[in-house]
């Protein structure tokens, strides 16, 4: 049995999308007709989705939206799954990353040599994906804002109303230390994420989630400063 979701916000819950707290994390934000699902993890979980949504009172038929902040897999695993589950979900990305999710563009290529090979050997799962969004629009009071490097058209989501941001990759932990792009093996371009994080510094926020790691509170804007500096 999947955790209870975490309540970060008002109308805002982190769901650990695999058995180890904090290392996937994908976000349920509540509208007035349902849910928006933010990333859907791994393949395996579709049924921790689910059970989060129980906690909370809610379906599968409840999911309005479903948004992917990128094409890798532990964030778009679970997207076939889900849409089993909650076919009447609209799916939205990125431009760029809205075609390597569609299968009309190859997954773009990371640094890590282990990694080229590995994906080399590994098809994406692939959905259409019915909303193209842009840097400025909205995910549910969330405004979008470009932050390629991690893949090419990586982005990242700030609600200006209370500061809560969710960096996806564009910062992260794995195992424990926070760094830009979480791994530079990761990363597509790691100077083009570094340039991202800078920009990400710029903006007006308090309260930082991450795809990978435990959610930032106190200190949130120092920690993100110290971990540029030390990429």
Not at 38 to 63: H, M, N
Not at 88 to 117: F, K, M, N, W, Y
Request: proline share 5%; glycine share 10%.
């Amino acid at each position: 049995m999947a955790e209870s979701p975490e309540r970060i916000a008002p109308g805002v819950y982190r769901v650990d999308a695999v058995g180890i707290p904090n290392a996937v994390n994908v976000l349920l934000l509540e509208n007035d007709d349902g849910w928006t699902l933010v990333d859907t993890g791994v393949a395996s979980s579709v049924k921790r989705i689910r059970e989060a949504l129980g906690a909370l009172g809610s379906g599968p038929e409840e999911i309005r939206r479903i948004f992917l902040t990128h094409q890798h897999s532990d964030h778009t695993g679970g997207l076939p799954g889900t849409l089993q589950i909650a076919p009447q979900a609209e799916v939205g990305a990125a431009e760029r990353e809205a075609e390597v999710i569609s299968g009309r563009r190859p997954p773009d290529v990371q640094e890590g040599r282990l990694l080229r090979l590995m994906s080399s050997r590994t098809a994406l799962p692939t959905a259409p994906v019915g909303k193209v969004l842009r840097e400025g629009d909205l995910v549910s009071g969330f405004r979008i804002i470009a932050t390629p490097g991690h893949t090419l058209g990586h982005v990242s989501l700030l609600r200006d109303a209370d500061g809560l941001l969710f960096t996806a990759d564009a910062f992260g932990c794995m195992p424990r230390r926070l760094r830009v792009g979480v791994r530079r093996a990761f990363c597509t371009d790691y100077e083009l994420a570094r340039r991202s994080a800078r920009k990400l510094l710029e903006e007006e926020f308090a309260t930082v989630v991450f795809s990978h790691g435990g959610t930032l509170r106190a200190g949130a804007r120092a920690a993100l400063r110290a971990a540029l500096e030390r990429s």
